[in-house]
């Protein structure tokens, strides 16, 4: 006998919206206590970059969204006591420790293809290598295994390097810690939890506690917002879709069918918002097709674009204020002043708020100062000035 459809919940535009912004730790006051741990089994999963700015991305989430938290505190928090580990989810992404069973699927065919884009010359050879090294001294850096390159290109790989990271994709090996930047890398077994290690779940089983995740830290979202979180095929969040426990729900100028976390449609999300600078790779924001949807907003990171096409600037930051994206800033650092190399307003209105986003990165950074470069228009730029000296 098969159960009846659910039926399909209605929100408003603006009911989704503070629905994603309380999932992902934007409206309500964050909870202190469970810290930059608790944000992370919030958020599921954080985005590394190399890209350094203001501060690098993974240390900019935080910050987003507890405010002032030290920066050695957020990378102790990711970083120590078995607590996080490094995989590939969105992208390179900060995990619980929790979540290592569900991505069994995917080192699975990481190991059902043999290799990664890089091949191994004696792959045998190579990672015995690699696995008696790391136990006999345990985590190192792929510097400390032997060198991570051959001379060349950052791409040129030393067949050591090549060695661990396959056997990063596959779960020999772990990240546990990122050392000046350098992963380093422990044996599996020794790094992941016994019941966590051992917790062999199926390839369904991981795919429907994927879909739950995303669906749970993005409160509410399409096919394609549950698949992108993690990086699945929409097939596979379709296969799975109907047994997450998520809800279907229909969402105001959606053209698109959307399933939402019970827990978020429970209660109707209330609370402070957050004023604060965003980082682009933000999980608020990574999804731009999502992001304009909900937003309105449309952004688009032009760090690799090159400097004469660029409409906003390198390292364009949406200023999230009042549940609404309301400008953007392409921030830099002059000893301790926090440059403004380019800002633009969705309305004039937007200058307090820029400016307080401002000058809260400019303190959290050890800035004194906050100067505007520049700005779409000069009003803007002297707006945002006064405020910000009001502020000072």
Not at 313 to 325: C, D, I, R, S
């Amino acid at each position: 006998m098969t159960s009846a459809p659910q039926p399909v919940v209605s929100l408003s535009a603006a009911e989704a919206r503070r629905i994603a912004l309380r999932a992902q730790g934007f409206l309500g006051a964050p909870d202190r206590k469970a810290g930059v741990r608790g944000l992370l089994r919030h958020l599921g999963a954080v985005q590394l970059d190399t890209i350094s700015v203001l501060a690098r991305s993974h240390e900019l989430i935080a910050y987003a969204r507890l405010g002032a938290v030290g920066r050695e505190t957020v990378e102790r928090a990711y970083w120590t006591e078995q607590h996080a580990f490094e995989y590939w989810s969105h992208a390179a992404c900060i995990l619980p420790i929790e979540e290592w069973p569900q991505f069994a699927f995917r080192r699975r065919v990481r190991r059902a293809r043999g290799h990664r884009w890089h091949l191994l010359e004696d792959k045998d050879r190579s990672t015995k290598t690699v696995l008696e090294r790391l136990a006999a001294e345990g985590p190192l850096t792929a510097s400390e295994l032997g060198g991570a390159k051959n001379g060349g290109e950052w791409y040129d790989w030393s067949e050591t390097k090549i060695a661990v990271e396959w056997l990063l994709d596959v779960g020999e090996v772990v990240c546990t810690e990122r050392r000046g930047w350098k992963r380093v890398y422990d044996l599996a077994e020794r790094a992941v939890p016994a019941e966590l290690f051992h917790d062999d779940l199926t390839d369904e089983e991981c795919l429907r506690r994927l879909v739950g995740l995303a669906g749970r830290s993005l409160g509410v979202g399409t096919r394609a917002d549950l698949a992108d979180y993690h990086r699945l095929k929409g097939t596979e969040v379709d296969a799975v879709i109907e047994s997450s426990g998520l809800v279907p729900v229909e969402v105001e100028g959606w053209a698109k069918a959307a399933w939402a976390d019970p827990a978020a449609l429970a209660e109707a999300p209330r609370g402070r918002h957050r004023t604060t600078l965003l980082s682009p790779f933000d999980s608020l924001i990574w999804d731009r097709a999502r992001t304009e949807r909900i937003f309105g907003f449309t952004h688009r990171l032009e760090a690799y674009v090159p400097k004469a096409q660029r409409v906003h600037g390198y390292f364009t930051m949406p200023v999230l204020a009042g549940g609404e994206l309301v400008g953007r800033v392409d921030p830099a650092r002059e000893g301790r002043t926090l440059v403004a190399r380019q800002l633009s307003l969705v309305s004039p209105k937007a200058a307090p708020d820029v400016a307080r986003a401002l000058h809260e990165a400019a303190a959290w950074v050890g800035c004194t100062e906050v100067r505007v470069e520049r700005a779409t228009t000069p009003a803007e730029a002297e707006a945002v000035t006064a405020e910000v000296a009001a502020l000072f």
